[in-house]
C-alpha cells in the first residue's frame, strides 16, 4: 500500500491589502506550478540511509497560525509584511517544505530527504490572506501572493498553505472566484464555520449545524472541492468534542486548536487528529515564548524532536529512540 490517504487541494491566505493604506505598485505575477513539483523516482529506504540524513518521521511539525496582515498590527494576531516575509524566508532557509493540513492528516508527506514540514494556516478569510485582481493573478500585497514570490524564489518551497474560511471570505467573493483560484491551484480551503461560531457555547444541534454550513458554502464555491479539516473559532470545541470532526452533513480528517505548540507528528502515537495543535506567528511582545520565533528556534536544536524526512513517501522512518508509532503507520515502519 503505496498511500493510507490521498488529501483534498489546499490553499492560502493572503496579507491585508487594504490594511496596509494601499495595494502594493503592480507588478507581473510570480510562475504559479499548475501541478505540484514532481518527486524524484521513489528510491526504499534503508535504515543506513535514514540515519544518515537523520530521518525522524516521528518528530514535531510547527503548524503555524496567520490571521491578517497589517502594516499596523492590532494585536499579537497581526504580523506585518515584512514579518511574514522575513518568517516565510527564515523557514525556506532552514529548509522547511510547506505541506497543508489535509496532507498532514493523510499521514503521507511526500518532502525531500532532511526537509522539514511545515503546515501555513490562516484563519478568518481576511482580505490580507488573499484576493484577485481584475485580471485573476493574487493581489500584490496579499499573504498568497508574497508566498508565491517567495517560493518563486526558493524551488523547494511549495507556494501551498490551508485557508481556513467563514461565510463571505476575503471581503467578498461572491462568485467564488478566489476559492476556486486557491483550489485550483493546490491551496487548501479549509471549514471555520459559517458565521465564526464559538463551538462551545452553542447548544449541539447549533453547533453541528454551524459546521455543516460553512462546509456547505465552500462546497457550493468550489464545485467538486470536498473539505478535510476544520479550524476551530477560538479554538472551542463542541461540548461533545467527537462532533468537530463528525456530524451531520461533515467529516474531516483533521481539527485545529488555536495554541501552542508543534504538533506531533501524524505517524505519532501522540497525534490526536481531533486536537492538532498550532503555533500563533509571533516574533516578540507579550507571550512570545508560545510563538513561532520560540518554537523554531527549540525545533532547530539538535533535541528538537523535529520532524525530518527520510525522502521515501512509502516508508516512515525514526530514531527507535523517538517514540510509539501509530498503528495506522506501523505496518510502513523502519525504526533505525
Ligand atoms: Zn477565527
Known sequence: MRCLFRFGAGFTALLAVAACGGPAPEAPAPPVPSQPAPSAAPVPITAAAARQVGADELGRVPVLMYHRLAAQPRSVYDRTPADFTAELERLAAEDYVPVTTAELVSRRL????GAHPVVLTFDDGDPSTFSLTPQGQPAPGTAVRILLD????????????????????????????????????????????????????????????????????????????????????FGSHPRREELALQGPGYSYGGVLLVGAGPAPSPCSAEFEPGSIPRIRSQSAGAEAAYGSAHWLDELGKPAGHRYTSDGDPATVSYPRSEGAVAPACASVSLAY
Open 110 to 113: 511526500d518532502l525531500p530527504a
Open 150 to 233: 517567495v517560493a518563486a524564489a526558493h524551488p523547494r518551497f511549495r507556494p501551498v498553505a490551508s485557508v481556513y474560511v467563514n461565510e463571505h471570505p476575503f471581503g467578498g467573493d461572491p462568485d467564488g472566484r478566489a476559492l476556486r483560484w486557491l483550489a485550483e491551484h493546490h491551496f487548501e480551503i479549509g471549514n471555520h464555520t459559517r458565521q465564526h461560531t464559538n463551538l462551545r457555547k452553542a447548544t449541539e444541534s447549533a453547533a453541528t449545524a454551524a459546521i455543516a454550513e460553512g462546509d456547505a458554502l465552500i462546497r457550493k464555491a468550489v464545485p467538486g472541492y470536498q473539505p478535510t479539516t476544520l479550524a476551530l473559532p
